[in-house]
């Protein structure tokens, strides 16, 4: 292993200690966690960018986390770096990802906190909703990788260092993220027509390709190729040219894809179920338990935290089914059934 990577024997630790597995190393029981985890199974009906009933050819929260892990694995193993806890952080970052996508997580910060993240949720989710509130207990590196992934739309690569994971594996996972979106975003934009193949800019075409394998390899050849050792330090960075192209690659598909009327406004819909749904478990503390026992978080009953803490986490473990069959439940109106004999006793 290269002398930047993180050699799990040299490991921060667990928050609460514990004998290591004799077969495995601190990160692969990381990664296993994760895999088994009930938030990790729930990725797999959870929106990406387009919201699930419109086909399943398109990527949902799980098949982005695994396309995720599979870049950062491949950097990580061409710069010879730990691909484990790669792969473990990769795996972990959206665990807390609300449904209906970004969508789902406007919702949370206007009705539960301005400050609500979902990496933070994510973060939330190995450390105390998994497990009946025991969390998965995972390693410093890996809960920092997970808590560190997001950029918004900041900078790929930011100037300031402490925005990033201590970890080279975790800064890896980081740009891994935005090398997966900025792909598979595109992919199913343009198989749902929000966008045409001719729309795309041209410079982002010709630098970095026109199919979704030609766009991977370029982009992550082009980190490989270009990040060096630089006093002591692995400085991950890309080509002037490619990252241009990534970074106009990037506006176009928030101005043309994410914004676009196609998409914006089934999220304007999917807001509202949230919001009315977060409001009607705030008022009846009995059915969130209820709901909660339901998503293996039954632990709400043993930890003392406030009502719309424990709303929150309620509605971002949803899926998008499981948001829509709710709120269909508590605000659709049941039809009255009568046997064929009353009609005839109705006025009229």
Not at 43 to 54: R, S, Y
Not at 127 to 141: A, F, K, Q, S, V
Not at 258 to 273: G, T, W
Request: hydrophobic fraction near 35%.
């Amino acid at each position: 292993m290269s002398p930047f990577g993180c050699l799990s024997s040299e490991s921060r630790g667990r928050r609460r200690s514990e004998m290591p597995c004799p077969i495995r190393t601190a990160f692969q029981v990381d990664r296993d966690r994760i895999v088994y985890s009930n938030a990790f199974r729930r990725l797999k009906h959870k929106t990406q960018v387009f919201l699930a009933p419109l086909g399943d050819q398109y990527r949902t929260r799980l098949t982005h986390t695994l396309e995720v892990a599979q870049i950062a694995r491949n950097i990580s193993r061409a710069l010879r770096l730990n691909e484990d806890l790669a792969e473990a952080i990769a795996l972990g970052h959206d665990l807390g990802h609300t449904p209906f996508g970004h969508g789902g997580e406007t919702a949370l910060r206007e009705v539960f906190s301005k400050h609500f993240t979902h990496k933070a949720q994510s973060l939330r989710v190995v450390d105390t909703l998994e497990r009946n509130g025991e969390g998965l207990n995972l390693t410093i590196e890996v809960r920092d990788g997970i808590l560190k992934h997001s950029k918004g739309y900041g900078k790929i690569i930011p100037d300031d260092s402490r925005e990033m994971a201590f970890t080279v594996e975790g800064r890896i996972v980081r740009i891994a993220d935005i090398m997966a979106y900025l792909n598979h975003d595109l992919d199913d934009a343009i198989r749902s027509g929000v966008i045409r193949e001719e729309q795309v800019p041209e410079d982002c075409r010709k630098i970095i390709g026109h199919t979704h394998p030609e766009r991977a390899t370029t982009m992550i050849r082009d980190l490989v190729y270009n990040s060096e050792a630089d006093g002591g330090e692995l400085l991950l960075q890309m080509s002037d040219e490619v990252f241009a192209a990534m970074s106009t690659l990037r506006k176009f598909l928030y101005e043309k894809v994410y914004r676009a009327p196609k998409v914006h406004n089934e999220f304007i819909k999917a807001k509202k179920i949230l919001i009315e749904l977060y409001g009607y478990f705030l008022d009846h503390g009995d059915r969130l338990e209820v709901e909660l026992d339901k998503l293996g978080m039954g632990h709400c009953n043993h930890i003392d935290q406030p009502r719309d803490r424990w709303v929150c986490d309620f509605i971002a473990s949803l899926t998008d089914s499981h948001a829509m069959d709710l709120y269909e439940q508590l605000f659709f109106p049941s039809p009255l059934m009568f046997e064929r004999r009353d009609y005839a006793a109705i006025p009229g």
